[in-house]
Protein backbone atom coordinates (compact mmCIF):
# COMPACT_ATOMS: atom_id res chain seq x y z
CA UNK A 1 0.00 0.00 0.00
CA UNK A 2 1.15 3.26 -0.78
CA UNK A 3 -0.01 6.05 1.77
CA UNK A 4 0.94 9.42 1.24
CA UNK A 5 0.41 13.10 2.71
CA UNK A 6 -0.72 16.07 0.36
CA UNK A 7 -1.21 19.98 1.02
CA UNK A 8 -2.16 20.69 -2.69
CA UNK A 9 -4.84 17.77 -3.49
CA UNK A 10 -8.45 18.87 -3.70
CA UNK A 11 -11.82 16.19 -3.25
CA UNK A 12 -14.28 16.09 -6.22
CA UNK A 13 -16.91 14.16 -5.15
CA UNK A 14 -17.26 11.35 -8.24
CA UNK A 15 -13.78 12.18 -9.93
CA UNK A 16 -11.07 9.85 -7.76
CA UNK A 17 -8.04 10.77 -8.14
CA UNK A 18 -5.97 9.03 -10.25
CA UNK A 19 -3.37 5.72 -8.97
CA UNK A 20 -0.13 7.35 -8.45
CA UNK A 21 2.40 4.98 -10.77
CA UNK A 22 4.64 4.30 -7.29
CA UNK A 23 1.51 2.99 -6.01
CA UNK A 24 1.67 -1.24 -5.04
CA UNK A 25 -0.81 -3.40 -4.46
CA UNK A 26 -2.19 -3.43 -1.22
CA UNK A 27 -0.83 -6.99 -0.85
CA UNK A 28 2.13 -6.41 -2.30
CA UNK A 29 5.08 -5.66 -0.36
CA UNK A 30 6.08 -2.18 1.43
CA UNK A 31 8.79 0.09 -0.21
CA UNK A 32 11.41 -0.21 2.44
CA UNK A 33 12.30 3.52 1.87
CA UNK A 34 9.07 5.31 1.23
CA UNK A 35 9.67 8.53 3.89
CA UNK A 36 6.74 9.69 6.65
CA UNK A 37 4.97 12.55 6.06
CA UNK A 38 5.73 16.07 7.20
CA UNK A 39 3.32 17.77 9.33
CA UNK A 40 -0.13 17.81 7.32
CA UNK A 41 -0.17 20.97 8.54
CA UNK A 42 1.86 23.86 10.43
CA UNK A 43 1.48 23.35 14.17
CA UNK A 44 -0.71 20.32 13.22
CA UNK A 45 0.98 16.10 13.86
CA UNK A 46 1.17 14.36 11.08
CA UNK A 47 -0.13 10.92 10.75
CA UNK A 48 2.61 8.95 11.40
CA UNK A 49 0.93 6.44 14.12
CA UNK A 50 -1.34 5.93 11.50
CA UNK A 51 0.69 5.56 8.60
CA UNK A 52 2.75 2.35 10.74
CA UNK A 53 -0.85 1.09 11.58
CA UNK A 54 -2.11 0.86 8.24
CA UNK A 55 1.44 -0.17 6.96
CA UNK A 56 1.46 -3.10 9.91
CA UNK A 57 -2.02 -4.34 8.04
CA UNK A 58 -0.97 -4.24 4.57
CA UNK A 59 2.10 -6.33 5.66
CA UNK A 60 0.10 -9.11 6.82
CA UNK A 61 -2.06 -9.31 3.91
CA UNK A 62 -5.28 -7.03 4.71
CA UNK A 63 -6.13 -4.09 1.67
CA UNK A 64 -6.52 -1.19 3.20
CA UNK A 65 -7.43 2.27 1.76
CA UNK A 66 -7.80 5.52 3.14
CA UNK A 67 -8.69 9.21 2.55
CA UNK A 68 -8.56 12.62 4.67
CA UNK A 69 -9.06 16.05 3.57
CA UNK A 70 -9.08 19.43 5.37
CA UNK A 71 -12.98 20.66 4.73
CA UNK A 72 -11.64 23.90 5.29
CA UNK A 73 -8.98 24.30 2.85
CA UNK A 74 -10.26 21.46 0.38
CA UNK A 75 -6.99 19.74 0.76
CA UNK A 76 -6.06 16.21 0.59
CA UNK A 77 -3.70 15.85 4.01
CA UNK A 78 -3.53 11.79 3.72
CA UNK A 79 -4.34 9.30 1.33
CA UNK A 80 -3.61 5.88 -0.19
CA UNK A 81 -4.97 3.00 -2.39
CA UNK A 82 -8.10 5.47 -2.00
CA UNK A 83 -9.44 5.41 -5.62
CA UNK A 84 -9.71 1.36 -4.81
CA UNK A 85 -13.29 -0.11 -5.10
CA UNK A 86 -14.16 -2.59 -1.86
CA UNK A 87 -17.36 -4.19 0.24
CA UNK A 88 -18.25 -1.21 2.68
CA UNK A 89 -20.77 -3.65 4.00
CA UNK A 90 -23.85 -1.47 6.05
CA UNK A 91 -21.94 1.86 4.71
CA UNK A 92 -24.02 1.37 1.72
CA UNK A 93 -26.55 2.75 3.32
CA UNK A 94 -25.79 6.02 2.70
CA UNK A 95 -26.55 6.57 -1.08
CA UNK A 96 -30.31 4.66 0.53
CA UNK A 97 -30.80 7.32 2.77
CA UNK A 98 -29.99 10.44 0.19
CA UNK A 99 -32.50 8.55 -2.14
CA UNK A 100 -34.77 8.61 0.80
CA UNK A 101 -34.70 12.24 1.88
CA UNK A 102 -34.71 13.37 -1.97
CA UNK A 103 -38.34 11.79 -2.14
CA UNK A 104 -39.49 13.14 0.91
CA UNK A 105 -38.37 17.04 -0.36
CA UNK A 106 -39.73 16.34 -3.74
CA UNK A 107 -42.88 14.98 -2.29
CA UNK A 108 -43.08 11.56 -3.96
CA UNK A 109 -42.56 9.79 -0.68
CA UNK A 110 -44.64 10.98 1.84
CA UNK A 111 -42.36 10.65 5.41
CA UNK A 112 -45.44 9.16 7.60
CA UNK A 113 -46.73 6.51 5.22
CA UNK A 114 -46.84 3.27 7.17
CA UNK A 115 -44.88 0.33 6.23
CA UNK A 116 -45.57 -2.95 7.50
CA UNK A 117 -42.75 -4.77 8.66
CA UNK A 118 -44.59 -8.30 7.26
CA UNK A 119 -44.44 -7.07 4.09
CA UNK A 120 -40.20 -7.20 4.28
CA UNK A 121 -38.56 -10.40 4.14
CA UNK A 122 -36.94 -11.36 7.28
CA UNK A 123 -33.47 -10.55 8.19
CA UNK A 124 -32.18 -10.80 11.55
CA UNK A 125 -28.43 -9.75 10.64
CA UNK A 126 -28.57 -6.34 12.69
CA UNK A 127 -31.20 -3.76 13.91
CA UNK A 128 -33.79 -3.25 16.87
CA UNK A 129 -36.99 -3.25 14.55
CA UNK A 130 -37.05 -7.21 14.99
CA UNK A 131 -36.90 -6.98 18.68
CA UNK A 132 -40.18 -4.26 18.71
CA UNK A 133 -43.55 -5.01 19.49
CA UNK A 134 -44.61 -2.37 16.51
CA UNK A 135 -45.15 -4.01 13.48
CA UNK A 136 -45.22 -0.98 11.51
CA UNK A 137 -43.65 1.99 11.68
CA UNK A 138 -43.44 5.40 8.81
CA UNK A 139 -40.33 5.47 6.80
CA UNK A 140 -39.07 8.76 8.50
CA UNK A 141 -38.61 6.45 11.55
CA UNK A 142 -37.49 3.44 9.67
CA UNK A 143 -34.69 6.15 7.96
CA UNK A 144 -33.58 6.92 11.82
CA UNK A 145 -33.46 3.55 12.93
CA UNK A 146 -31.46 2.59 9.58
CA UNK A 147 -28.91 5.51 10.33
CA UNK A 148 -28.94 5.21 13.92
CA UNK A 149 -28.63 1.49 14.47
CA UNK A 150 -27.88 0.01 10.90
CA UNK A 151 -31.05 -1.78 11.21
CA UNK A 152 -30.95 -4.05 8.75
CA UNK A 153 -35.25 -4.72 8.55
CA UNK A 154 -35.74 -1.30 8.41
CA UNK A 155 -32.99 -0.43 5.30
CA UNK A 156 -34.48 -3.49 3.25
CA UNK A 157 -38.01 -1.74 4.20
CA UNK A 158 -36.39 1.45 2.73
CA UNK A 159 -34.76 -0.06 -0.14
CA UNK A 160 -38.49 -2.24 -1.31
CA UNK A 161 -40.08 1.22 -1.07
CA UNK A 162 -37.82 3.07 -3.12
CA UNK A 163 -36.37 0.21 -5.28
CA UNK A 164 -32.78 -0.55 -6.20
CA UNK A 165 -32.70 0.82 -9.42
CA UNK A 166 -34.01 4.41 -8.66
CA UNK A 167 -30.89 4.47 -5.73
CA UNK A 168 -28.41 3.28 -8.33
CA UNK A 169 -29.74 5.90 -10.49
CA UNK A 170 -29.17 8.57 -7.37
CA UNK A 171 -25.55 7.12 -7.23
CA UNK A 172 -24.60 7.82 -10.90
CA UNK A 173 -26.24 11.33 -10.47
CA UNK A 174 -24.13 12.28 -7.71
CA UNK A 175 -21.31 11.31 -9.91
CA UNK A 176 -19.84 8.28 -8.04
CA UNK A 177 -17.96 6.47 -10.48
CA UNK A 178 -16.70 3.81 -8.05
CA UNK A 179 -19.56 2.87 -5.83
CA UNK A 180 -22.59 1.09 -6.28
CA UNK A 181 -25.42 -0.96 -4.28
CA UNK A 182 -25.87 -4.39 -5.51
CA UNK A 183 -28.61 -5.88 -3.29
CA UNK A 184 -30.30 -5.81 -0.07
CA UNK A 185 -29.05 -6.97 3.49
CA UNK A 186 -29.36 -10.64 3.85
CA UNK A 187 -27.91 -12.88 6.51
CA UNK A 188 -26.54 -15.09 4.33
CA UNK A 189 -25.46 -14.81 0.38
CA UNK A 190 -26.04 -17.86 -1.73
CA UNK A 191 -24.17 -18.70 -5.23
CA UNK A 192 -27.20 -17.18 -7.12
CA UNK A 193 -26.99 -13.99 -4.86
CA UNK A 194 -24.97 -10.72 -5.24
CA UNK A 195 -21.51 -11.46 -3.22
CA UNK A 196 -21.99 -8.06 -1.44
CA UNK A 197 -24.44 -5.55 -0.48
CA UNK A 198 -22.26 -2.77 -1.49
CA UNK A 199 -19.13 -1.66 -3.08
CA UNK A 200 -17.43 1.61 -2.60
CA UNK A 201 -14.01 3.57 -2.52
CA UNK A 202 -12.29 5.86 0.26
CA UNK A 203 -11.72 8.88 -1.78
CA UNK A 204 -16.06 8.64 -2.78
CA UNK A 205 -17.10 8.11 0.60
CA UNK A 206 -14.83 11.02 2.49
CA UNK A 207 -16.28 13.00 -0.66
CA UNK A 208 -19.62 12.27 -0.12
CA UNK A 209 -19.79 13.37 3.39
CA UNK A 210 -18.07 16.51 3.24
CA UNK A 211 -20.70 16.76 0.28
CA UNK A 212 -23.20 16.68 3.15
CA UNK A 213 -21.91 18.68 5.62
CA UNK A 214 -20.94 21.45 2.67
CA UNK A 215 -24.65 21.11 1.95
CA UNK A 216 -23.86 20.56 -1.94
CA UNK A 217 -25.78 16.78 -1.76
CA UNK A 218 -28.82 16.94 -4.07
CA UNK A 219 -30.04 20.33 -2.11
CA UNK A 220 -29.04 22.16 1.06
CA UNK A 221 -32.22 20.24 2.64
CA UNK A 222 -31.72 17.16 1.56
CA UNK A 223 -27.97 17.16 2.45
CA UNK A 224 -29.08 18.65 6.41
CA UNK A 225 -31.51 15.88 6.94
CA UNK A 226 -29.19 13.29 5.91
CA UNK A 227 -26.67 14.71 8.38
CA UNK A 228 -28.97 14.87 10.75
CA UNK A 229 -30.02 11.37 10.54
CA UNK A 230 -26.06 10.13 10.66
CA UNK A 231 -25.98 12.49 13.33
CA UNK A 232 -27.75 9.94 15.17
CA UNK A 233 -25.29 6.73 14.72
CA UNK A 234 -24.52 4.53 17.56
CA UNK A 235 -21.67 2.63 16.63
CA UNK A 236 -18.70 4.78 18.23
CA UNK A 237 -16.76 1.80 18.31
CA UNK A 238 -13.87 2.63 15.44
CA UNK A 239 -12.39 5.79 14.36
CA UNK A 240 -15.21 7.51 16.82
CA UNK A 241 -13.64 5.57 19.86
CA UNK A 242 -11.12 7.98 19.76
CA UNK A 243 -14.07 11.12 20.54
CA UNK A 244 -15.00 10.40 23.67
CA UNK A 245 -18.54 11.54 22.65
CA UNK A 246 -21.61 9.55 24.16
CA UNK A 247 -22.57 6.93 21.25
CA UNK A 248 -26.28 7.45 22.32
CA UNK A 249 -26.17 11.37 22.18
CA UNK A 250 -23.61 12.98 20.52
CA UNK A 251 -25.79 15.77 18.62
CA UNK A 252 -24.53 18.65 20.86
CA UNK A 253 -21.34 18.48 22.22
CA UNK A 254 -20.55 20.45 25.12
CA UNK A 255 -16.64 20.94 23.73
CA UNK A 256 -17.80 22.03 20.03
CA UNK A 257 -17.02 18.90 18.38
CA UNK A 258 -18.96 17.87 15.22
CA UNK A 259 -19.16 14.70 14.12
CA UNK A 260 -21.23 11.98 11.66
CA UNK A 261 -20.34 8.78 10.77
CA UNK A 262 -21.09 5.89 9.25
CA UNK A 263 -19.77 2.21 10.04
CA UNK A 264 -19.95 -0.74 7.80
CA UNK A 265 -19.08 -4.34 9.36
CA UNK A 266 -18.97 -7.86 7.38
CA UNK A 267 -17.01 -10.86 7.88
CA UNK A 268 -13.40 -9.50 7.37
CA UNK A 269 -14.68 -5.78 6.87
CA UNK A 270 -14.47 -3.01 8.86
CA UNK A 271 -15.09 0.59 7.30
CA UNK A 272 -16.23 3.89 8.43
CA UNK A 273 -16.49 7.42 7.06
CA UNK A 274 -17.48 10.56 8.39
CA UNK A 275 -16.42 14.16 9.40
CA UNK A 276 -14.88 15.42 12.57
CA UNK A 277 -14.27 19.45 13.23
CA UNK A 278 -13.38 20.80 16.19
CA UNK A 279 -11.96 24.60 17.26
CA UNK A 280 -8.75 24.52 14.87
CA UNK A 281 -9.92 22.38 11.78
CA UNK A 282 -12.72 20.19 9.76
CA UNK A 283 -11.81 17.12 8.07
CA UNK A 284 -13.59 14.00 6.04
CA UNK A 285 -12.30 10.98 6.30
CA UNK A 286 -12.91 7.25 4.70
CA UNK A 287 -10.98 3.89 5.86
CA UNK A 288 -11.86 0.50 4.77
CA UNK A 289 -10.03 -2.64 5.91
CA UNK A 290 -10.62 -5.83 4.50
CA UNK A 291 -8.73 -8.69 6.13
CA UNK A 292 -8.62 -12.43 6.76
CA UNK A 293 -10.94 -12.68 9.92
CA UNK A 294 -9.10 -16.00 11.35
CA UNK A 295 -9.09 -14.83 15.03
CA UNK A 296 -9.65 -12.47 17.70
CA UNK A 297 -6.50 -11.07 17.21
CA UNK A 298 -6.91 -10.44 13.41
CA UNK A 299 -9.77 -8.75 14.48
CA UNK A 300 -8.52 -6.27 16.97
CA UNK A 301 -5.11 -5.51 14.99
CA UNK A 302 -7.70 -4.39 12.23
CA UNK A 303 -10.45 -2.41 14.52
CA UNK A 304 -7.41 -0.87 16.61
CA UNK A 305 -6.35 1.04 13.21
CA UNK A 306 -9.03 2.94 13.42
CA UNK A 307 -8.75 4.28 16.60
CA UNK A 308 -5.16 4.96 16.45
CA UNK A 309 -6.74 7.20 12.99
CA UNK A 310 -9.00 8.73 15.08
CA UNK A 311 -6.90 9.58 17.83
CA UNK A 312 -4.55 11.17 14.80
CA UNK A 313 -8.08 13.28 13.33
CA UNK A 314 -8.32 14.21 16.96
CA UNK A 315 -5.32 15.93 16.95
CA UNK A 316 -5.68 17.76 13.87
CA UNK A 317 -8.86 19.31 14.81
CA UNK A 318 -8.17 20.65 18.22
Not at 20 to 34: I, T, Y
Not at 289 to 318: K, N, P, T
Amino acid sequence: MHVSPSSEGHILVGTPPEPQRAAESLRGSRRSNRRLPRRAAVGRRSFVSTLKALDELAESGARVSVHVADLDRATVVLSGDDYLTHPIAGLGIVPLLIEVAAGFEAGTLEPLEIIDRSSVERVAVGGIWQHLKAPALPLVDLAVLTAASGDALAANALLQRVGLDAVRARIETLGLQRSALLDRLRDERGPDDAPHFALGSAGELAGIFAALVNSKVVSPGVSAQVAEWLSLNHDLSLVASATGLDPFAHENDEHGLLFINKTGRDAGIRVEAGVLAGPRAGISYALIVCFDDLSIAHRLRAQEAFRILGVDLMEYVF
